[in-house]
């Protein structure tokens, strides 16, 4: 039984995303709290608006998409939750309803990743004599499935409406010590290209993709984002 566990840990190799949940998230809130504000600024500054209104009118975006965000990451994570116990009780059902199948399933798995019969026999009968276990391994191996933290909905939602502010907060910024808009709006682009730059570079350290072709993307999206509304704000009050 011991050489078949080992002989399947061989062969398994999960891919789960290595930065973790928690950074994620970050990545989520900050890439759209960098954007979106950056974006509307550009567009009011392009509209003439003073360094005020402009102010006023990011700390309400920042609000009000920190909040939209958060609960769409509350959601998600929820909606996560809701899905595994779904399929936990659906699985609970067919191993009572039709344990033979369900050992048959197993023993499918296991042949899958080059498992004799004669090795993974043991490993099949010792699971059904173990409900927990049978369970356990047919939501993972089967389902794919990992049971999620029953506090990660919450944990969620924060997270990624923090990050949204912080992020948020980096464009606004020189409209707080700049009064004229056409001044601040320099200085915006220029911290906030930086800002991506930076975080672009994070971005892709942290999630094993190309760290310097990840940055130049980040800012480029976010620089034709700010663009765009900038252009189009100069087209309707030149």
Not at 195 to 208: D, I, N, P, R, S
């Amino acid at each position: 039984m011991e050489q078949s566990q080992k002989h399947l840990l061989d062969h398994h190799k999960e891919k789960h995303f290595t930065a973790g949940e928690v950074v994620r998230d970050i990545i989520i809130g900050v890439s759209d709290g960098l954007t979106v504000p950056f974006a509307l600024a550009a567009g009011l500054s392009g509209a003439n608006a003073s360094s005020s209104i402009i102010l006023t009118a990011g700390i309400a975006e920042v609000a009000a998409g920190a909040i939209s965000m958060g609960l769409g990451g509350y959601l998600a994570a929820k909606s996560e939750a809701d899905h595994y116990m779904k399929e936990l009780r659906r699985e609970q059902e067919e191993i009572i309803a039709v344990p033979d199948t369900e050992a048959a399933e197993i023993a499918e798995i296991l042949s899958q990743y080059g498992i004799q019969p004669h090795e993974y026999a043991p490993v099949v009968n010792a699971l059904r004599k173990n409900p927990q276990a049978w369970l356990d391994f047919m939501m993972k191996f089967e389902l794919g499935l990992e049971k999620p933290d029953p506090r990660r909905a919450l944990e969620s939602a924060f997270t990624i409406a923090i990050a949204y502010i912080i992020g948020g907060v980096v464009p606004l910024l020189p409209y707080v010590f700049i009064p004229i808009a056409s001044k601040a709006v320099v200085a915006s682009v220029v911290i906030t290209l930086v800002a991506l730059l930076v975080f672009g570079f994070a971005k892709g350290y942290f999630t094993g993709n190309k760290p310097i072709q990840s940055a130049v993307q980040t800012a480029l999206i976010g620089a034709a984002a700010s663009a765009a509304a900038y252009g189009m704000a100069k087209a309707v009050h030149p």
